[in-house]
């Protein structure tokens, strides 16, 4: 016979294990991940119904969260497509991973297991891209882009571990082995929004460490960046440096994509002045928009939000993202005090890190509009809160054990 507790366990072993699941196949298969996460989901509820515990606790986020979908139905009822843009909000059934990942007490030695499992999946996929890569001898080709858009959040991760100085020297060698393997796929993908927000991600991480290595760090590519595009304008990176310094260059490499992200502006701009407060409605604007210049949604996740859900769907997002950004603040000043530069202060600080490269990549490609992407960071950012939390738990057994 089942009892209460058989459950519970059970409930445990299926959402850690779909966990991992889930995790491998992140950057492989949708399918599977997909599957593991409604798996995640089941083993959720029956752990915490089981045991009678509440599904869900105050993470100093939801408000933000449910503002932000309550936005999203809203303005879908003032859509051009009303039952698309209804269906639409589906993809942001990931804030259930963030949340869970928040109210359950998973154990510092499972989420530093994770960690070390999302950095092995990365490399094993950007090596396997790269090969892809070399396979294909093509002018044109480049590499898997949504391989570039994992590694800007996975690449600070690395950094942050190469500089915490309790980092043995072996274990050091693999992981700049590891970090040289995903800086090569991520060159390769020739996407300067993965690029620079992989420079914006970095670049926090190394000024927690020191400000002046992040001087030392923008100053030497400021200038290689001129060099290179002063001195091989012609070559496939030059060219594309060129495109950064001067995005509307006729003739540049990537002066029709810059043109693109200009007009997707235009059309921002008119929208908002026929429908400032709701927009056109979510993932309407390709309905909208025809001719050379015609895109499933706009690049820029900032000028998305506004063109489909108006005002009001942009200041709910910008309420989001803060809050966000003040949930990693918090985990870092919390972990700040346990030990500086220890371990999961170091991960707190990495985690925060890709979430502002996951926004900067976001100002020039789809990343939070984007499913497979927003999947992955919400899983980050849960990791985050869960150390949050779990500092917090530790804290009231020590005052209890001391009392």
């Not at 009822?77 to 209804?86: A, D, E, M, Q, V």
């Amino acid at each position: 016979m089942l009892t209460m507790p058989t459950i519970e366990r059970f409930g445990d072993i299926l959402f850690k294990s779909s966990l991992v699941v889930f995790v491998v196949f992140t950057p492989i298969s949708i399918a599977i991940t997909e599957g593991a996460f409604w798996l995640v989901l089941i083993g959720y509820a029956v752990n915490k119904l089981s045991g009678r515990k509440p599904l869900f606790c105050a993470t100093g986020i939801g408000k933000p969260i449910i503002a932000f979908i309550a936005a999203l139905v809203f303005t879908s009822f003032f859509s051009i497509k009303p039952l698309y843009s209804l269906s639409s909000i589906g993809s942001f059934r990931f804030f259930l991973l963030y949340y869970m990942l928040a109210n359950y007490e998973l154990k510092r030695d499972f989420i530093r297991k994770l960690v070390v499992l999302i950095i092995l999946m990365t490399v094993i996929w950007s090596l396997y891209e790269t090969f892809e890569y070399f396979q294909i001898q093509t002018k044109s080709h480049r590499l898997n882009i949504y391989t570039a858009h994992i590694n800007v959040l996975v690449i600070p991760i690395l950094v942050g571990l190469l500089i915490m100085e309790q980092v043995e020297k072996k274990r050091k060698a693999f992981l700049l082995l590891f970090l040289f393997i995903l800086s090569m796929a991520s060159f390769l993908s020739l996407s300067r929004a993965a690029w620079v927000g992989t420079f914006a991600g970095v670049t926090l991480v190394l000024f927690y460490r020191s400000w002046k290595i992040v001087l030392f760090l923008v100053l030497g590519m400021v200038t290689a960046a001129f060099i290179i595009a002063s001195y091989y304008p012609d070559s496939a990176i030059g060219g594309l440096i060129s495109s950064i310094i001067h995005p509307f260059q006729r003739g540049g490499v990537r002066f029709g994509t810059n043109i693109e992200r200009l007009q997707m502006m235009k059309d921002a701009v008119s929208i908002l002045k026929k429908d400032p407060l709701t927009g056109i409605g979510p993932e309407a604007y390709k309905f909208v928009v025809t001719g050379r210049h015609k895109h499933m949604r706009i690049s820029m996740d900032h000028v998305h939000i506004l063109a489909t859900a108006g005002l009001i769907g942009f200041v709910t997002y910008i309420w989001l993202i803060f809050g966000f950004v003040q949930r990693c603040l918090k985990t870092e000043q919390t972990e700040r005090k346990k030990g500086a530069f220890g371990l999961y202060h170091i991960l707190s600080i990495c985690l925060f890190a890709a979430f502002i490269g996951f926004l900067v990549c976001g100002s020039f490609e789809p990343m939070f509009f984007s499913t497979r992407r927003l999947r992955f960071m919400m899983f980050l950012l849960g990791i985050n809160e869960c150390l949050f939390r779990t500092s917090i738990y530790e804290k009231e057994n020590t005052e209890e054990n001391y009392a």
